[in-house]
């Protein structure tokens, strides 16, 4: 999916870089609004496309990742999630971060949605996948900095965590929300 470029539009004035870190890259910017007004900070967070996966296992099991979220100090259920490398297909990086997490390969995917964390502060988009009749093939790998464990959870069980604000990463939660909804 494009980003879309429709509607009013602010006219940068100026730009410029005030950090720039593997993880962290942030710019100022100085705006002009369609009615003339002029913004003189706006700060934008930029990030490569991230990517998720609703994995689901031959017996219906959905693959979830539960870890620790250092900004908010909580551990909660995630889907399988990850970054687009430079130049990595979105479903390619879906596939090699469930992989890489959890062991899980193969299945049938299909494309299910793109969405914005943020789209005020925030340049990147998410892609969201559904893999069906995923098994378990390999040693998961994880990344020096992750530290996760993998459950096998029930339809009826993600729903609980849903409605027990179990999730929290809202990411995670509008594609979930949206397969259930559209489950056949």
């Known amino acids: 999916m494009k980003k879309q470029e429709r509607g009013l ?15 962290l890259t942030a710019r100022c910017e100085r ?19 991230w990517v998720n996966t609703i994995a689901i296992t031959k017996d ?9 979220r250092h900004a908010l100090q909580v551990s909660e259920y995630e889907l399988c999630s990850g970054v687009c490398e430079d130049g990595e297909d ?8 469930l992989e890489e997490e959890t ?6 995917w ?3 949605m793109t969405i914005s964390a943020n789209p005020s502060t925030q340049n990147n988009l ?7 009749d995923v098994e378990l093939t390999s040693e ?6 992750e530290e996760l464990e993998v459950h096998l959870l029930t339809r009826d069980e993600v729903i609980e965590l849903l409605k027990t604000n179990s999730i929290l990463q809202a990411t995670h939660i509008a594609p979930l929300w949206r397969f259930i909804a559209e489950e056949k």
């Open 9 to 23: 539009k602010h006219r940068v004035i100026e730009s410029h870089y005030i950090h720039k870190r593997p993880w």
């Open 31 to 49: 705006l002009e609004m369609a009615d003339g007004r002029i913004i003189p900070e706006y700060y934008v967070l930029e990030y490569p496309d």
């Open 60 to 68: 219906g099991r959905y693959i979830m990742t539960y870890q620790y």
């Open 90 to 97: 979105p479903i390619d990086a879906a596939r090699r971060e």
């Open 103 to 108: 062991g899980y390969t193969g299945g049938k």
């Open 110 to 112: 299909s494309y299910l």
């Open 126 to 132: 998410v892609h969201c996948y559904v893999a069906r």
């Open 140 to 145: 998961r790998h994880l990344d020096p900095t």
